[in-house]
Nanobody
Framework: QVQLVESGGGLVQAGGSLRLSCAAS????????MGWFLQAPGKEREFVAS????????DYADSVKGRFTISRDNANNAVNLQMNSLRPEDTAVYYC???????????????????WGQGTQVTVSS
């Protein structure tokens, strides 16, 4: 059974930083593309960042480029999201997603993820 557990959320002032982590179990982690998504109240879940199976490829939503960095540690089955220069509009529940795709070192995805964590709340005050 796949389990993704996010941590690291919290309350931060605008301009501050947070580092989210997602611990994965029950899957062959090195064969899954990993992604981070956010969902604000009353809105649909939306893509934030993704990383290929080896970490060689990354993709970011335009709204977070230059501020957020996704990384992964295949030895420890973890994916992280470093969030800098946070803005009030970044406030949301952040979810970790996994999508099985063993075939390429660089390919990432923005949709059709198979497994999800429970989410971690990020609140940015102005």
């Amino acid at each position: 059974q796949v389990q993704l557990v996010e941590s690291g959320g919290g309350l931060v002032q605008a301009g501050g930083s947070l580092r989210l982590s997602c611990a994965a179990s029950g899957l062959t982690f090195s064969r899954d593309v990993m992604g981070w998504f956010l969902q604000a109240p009353g809105k649909e879940r939306e893509f934030v960042a993704s990383i290929s199976t080896t970490g060689a490829g990354t993709d970011y939503a335009d709204s977070v480029k230059g501020r957020f960095t996704i990384s992964r540690d295949n030895a420890n089955n973890a994916v992280n999201l470093q969030m800098n220069s946070l803005r009030p509009e970044d406030t949301a529940v952040y979810y970790c997603g996994a999508r099985f795709f063993p075939s390429s070192a660089r390919i990432t995805f923005r949709d059709n993820y198979n497994d999800w964590g429970q989410g971690t709340q990020v609140t940015v005050s102005s």
